[in-house]
Structure formats: C-alpha cells, structure tokens
C-alpha cells in the first residue's frame, strides 16, 4: 500500500475513534461533574499526578521505540513487552508502599488506599502498551480505534453507575480501570505476541536508547501538564484544585481531538521517512498550518462562549471555572503546535535534541505558574501557563529551523497568520452576533447552539462553493478529502 493511502486509510480510523472518543468525554464530563464533588476532582488531580509519573515510564519508551524502528523481529518485541512489564511492577511496588507518606504529604488519608488501588493501571498499561504501538505501527489504526470506543463506553458507562450509586472519587478510578483491562485483553488478540521466556537483553537495550529518550520527554510533558496538579495540590484548597483540573480537562480537548488525529498518524508516517528530509518537511509544515488553520477558530469560538460551555459541561455550580478557562484556552494554537514538533524531531530520531528544550519549558511553567498561582488564585495560575506555552512555541520554532533549516517565516508566520485570519473573521462573525441579539455579558446556552448549528451550515457552504476562503491549508484538506470521496 503506498504512503498516501496509509494516510488516508489511517487518518480515517484515527479520525473515527477521536471524534467518537471526543464525544463520549464530553458526555461523560457533562454528567459526572453534575454527580461528583469538587473535592472529589481535587482527590483525583493529586492521584492522576502521581499515577502519571508511572504512566510516562510505560507509555512512553519502548512502545514508541518499536513505531520508530525500521527493522523490528520478534525478539524486540519480546524485549520490549519483558522491560515494559518489570517497570510495570516496579512502579506499582513503589507506588503501593509510598501511598502512605504521599496521603501524609497532602493531609488526606483517603489518598493512601486511593493510589494503591488505582496503580493497577500501570500493570494493564505495561501490557497493552505493546500491543496497541504495534498495531500502530501496520497502520492498523482501525482495531486500535474500535477497541479504544469499545473499553471507553463500558467503563464510563460503570462509571456513571457508580456514580448515580453514590461512590464518589472511586467512580472515576473504577471505570478507568474497568476501560484498561478490557482494552488489554481485546489489544492483545488483534496484535498477539509469540511469547518467550528468554530474558532479550541486547534487543530490549536496543530499542532502550530510543526509548529513554522518550521516557524523558513523556516525564518533562507529564511535569507541564498532569504534574502541575501536585504542585496546586500544595498551593490551593481541593476544591479550588478540583475547580482547575476539570478546567484543565475541558481545555484539553480540543487540543486533543486535533492532536490525536494529526500527530497519532503523523508519527509513524514520519518515521517511514524518516530518511527524506524534504519530504518529511514538506508533510511538517503543511501539517502545522493545517493545525493552526483549525486551532485558531476554535480557541476565538471557545473564549467567547466559555460560560455557555461550563453551564453544559459542568453546570451552574463551576461558575468559577469561566475565567481561568477562557485564560488556559489561548495555550490551545501553541500546545498542539509542540506537539507536531514532538512528532518530527522523533521520527529522525533526534530525541535528545528536544529534552533540553522539553525541560527548559517545564521548569518555566512550574516557576511561573506556581508563582503566579501562590499570590493570585487559579486565574494567576491560568497566566502563567499561557505565558509558559508561548515560550515554548518560539523554542520549538527555533529547534525545527537548526534541524531542517529554512525560515522563520516557514515555520511561523505562513502557518500562523493563515489560522490568525480565520481567527479574525471567527471573531467579527461572533461580535456582530452578540450585538445582534443584545448577549454581550449574558450566558445563553440556547443562542450558544443555535450559532454554533448556523456556523456549520454556513462552513458546508463554503466547502461546497467557495473553499478558498478557509485559506491555503484547510482548502488543500478539503480538496484531497473530496478528490477521495
């Protein structure tokens, strides 16, 4: 199959699986946060940070080892899955025995049978970890996508149960666990391994080289995203850290709905040519064009109507959550922006090129946002991580510019100012619109649906008529998707 319709191919099933995935978060957020405390999401952002730690460790080594590298046999996979699962039970060892001192840290005791329990995670994560990069790594992006829906709706669906039943913080931890195993279990059937008992040092040591390199920047990406909820942990109340984590969770997704079709299939595409630099540039830049051309919009739409989607995400209780929402929400062009560079710099196999740049950044955002947090609340916090993202984006800019060479103007201004000018007319469309209905100030989730129902209508329009009005990168989207169809 050539390089083309793997991308397609692939890009159809990942586009699936995060639409579908998108929608069943949202779903499940709108609900949980109105059965759940504000407490109970500030016990979770402290157990997801420690937890976190373990999953970079897993997630993020040898499985992406094994997508990068060109010859794979089975005795790396075998090294693989044998180092994947030691520091699988390591790591759940470590956190078992350390849950005790860790409650103590936070002066909360529920932390201590909290962590022991929701560290299973890491010896499911170890195993499925390997079956799920392999798939990944035939483009068979289509099993990974149907088992990834398939474990979400039946663990957010015990989650919802447990919640209604009055179970609290372990509702959230219970689902996730129910969502692992079953992904384990169905990843393993559709990518099987020939398993051997031979310990595959030289192999496993191999793909390590790689792999450490991944491991340190997943632990500089844990430290700027889920590792700042142990630093609020000690700064603010739980229900003022629960206030951020949902925060945080809601402005994700986006970013993560365009991250995870984009980079999921760019990576290993990348690493397939890895050995041609034009075109492996030439595949960069029109992605971060096609990602600020779509980031942009969205985050000019989000901020202006960021009430109306708390009133339906969380409800009228997480009125506090607005401001520092619509603050964190302008991080979205730069965050997924270093993403992309995180996929290319890793598809030459470059790694350590960028965990200088990785750690400058999260040491700049555990200073400035834990600064900022301490003497001005959440939205002091919500600053500082904007101001930190925005640094990293100009690192980024100059890291891929020392790599591959070409211009400032290449990799920022062209791909930028096409999503800035969308961002404008975005803007004026939804001015005009408040003013027109006199909402300027009001939060009306009703006129909220219907522009948003009347700004699809008029986007199919213009696909359908006059796509060069969404600029260079969205029409050559458009024109490719067509041509398929």
């Keep these: 199959m050539s390089l083309t319709k793997k ?20 779903a499940y957020i709108a609900i949980m946060t109105r059965l759940l405390l504000k407490t109970d999401y500030g016990l979770m952002a402290v157990v997801n940070g420690i937890i976190g730690i373990g999953n970079i460790f897993i997630q993020g080594g040898m499985g992406s080892a094994l997508i990068q590298r060109q010859n794979v046999n089975n005795k790396h996979i075998n090294g693989a899955l044998q180092t994947s699962l030691l520091i699988g039970f390591v790591l759940y060892a470590l956190f078992y025995f350390t849950a005790p001192f860790i409650s103590t840290v936070y002066n909360d005791a529920r932390l201590d049978e909290l962590i022991k329990v929701a560290s299973l995670n890491l010896i499911l994560l170890s195993l499925s970890n390997i079956s799920g990069n392999l798939l990944l790594k035939n483009f068979d992006f289509k099993h990974v996508s149907l088992v990834n829906i398939t474990s979400n709706i039946i663990g957010y669906g015990l989650g919802v149960y447990l919640a209604f039943n009055g179970y609290g913080v372990w509702s959230l931890i219970i689902a996730t666990l129910l969502a692992s195993f079953i992904s384990t279990i169905v990843l393993f059937y559709f990518a099987p391994i020939k398993v051997s008992f031979k310990i595959h040092y030289r192999e496993a040591r191999e793909l390590f080289g790689f792999g450490s390199g991944m491991m340190l920047l997943s632990f500089s990406n844990f430290l700027s995203n889920k590792g700042l909820n142990l630093v609020f942990g000690k700064i603010f109340t739980q229900d003022i850290l629960g206030i951020y984590e949902r925060t945080a969770r809601v402005k994700n997704l986006p970013s993560q709905f365009l991250a995870n079709i984009i980079n999921k299939v760019m990576f290993p595409v990348m690493s397939e040519i890895q050995d041609e630099n034009e075109k492996l540039v030439k595949i960069y830049k029109f992605g971060l064009g096609l990602s600020n051309s779509l980031m942009i919009p969205t985050t000019v739409l989000l901020v202006f109507f960021s009430a109306e989607i708390v009133q339906i995400l969380m409800g009228s209780n ?32 470059l790694i350590y090129k960028n965990v200088t740049r990785k750690y400058i950044f999260t040491v700049i955002i555990i200073l400035l946002s834990g600064t900022l947090g301490y ?19 100009l690192m980024m800019i100059v890291l891929v ?3 591959f060479k070409g211009t400032f103007r290449e990799y920022f201004f062209q791909p930028f100012i096409a999503g800035l000018r969308l961002g404008l007319y975005l803007g004026i469309l939804i001015v005009g619109y408040k003013l027109l209905f006199n909402l300027w100030g009001k939060t009306d989730v009703t006129m909220f649906i219907v522009f948003v129902v009347g700004l699809l209508v008029l986007s199919v329009g213009i696909v359908r008529f006059r796509p060069s009005l969404f600029g260079y990168y969205l029409k050559e989207a458009i024109n490719n998707t067509i041509k398929k169809i």
């Excluded at 692939?10 to 949202?26: E, H, M, P, T």
Aim: a positive charge.
């Design 7 to 26: 991308i397609k191919k692939a890009g159809k099933w990942q586009s699936l699986s995060v639409i579908s995935l998108n929608i069943l978060q949202l």
């Design 318 to 349: 997480w009125a506090e959550a607005v401001l520092p929402l619509q603050i964190m929400l302008l991080v979205l062009t730069f965050s997924n922006s270093g993403k992309m560079t995180d996929a290319v710099i890793r598809s030459k196999g």
């Design 375 to 393: 003497f001005f609340g959440i939205n002091g916090a919500a600053v500082g991580i904007v101001i930190s993202h925005f640094i990293n984006y």
């Design 401 to 403: 510019k020392n790599v």
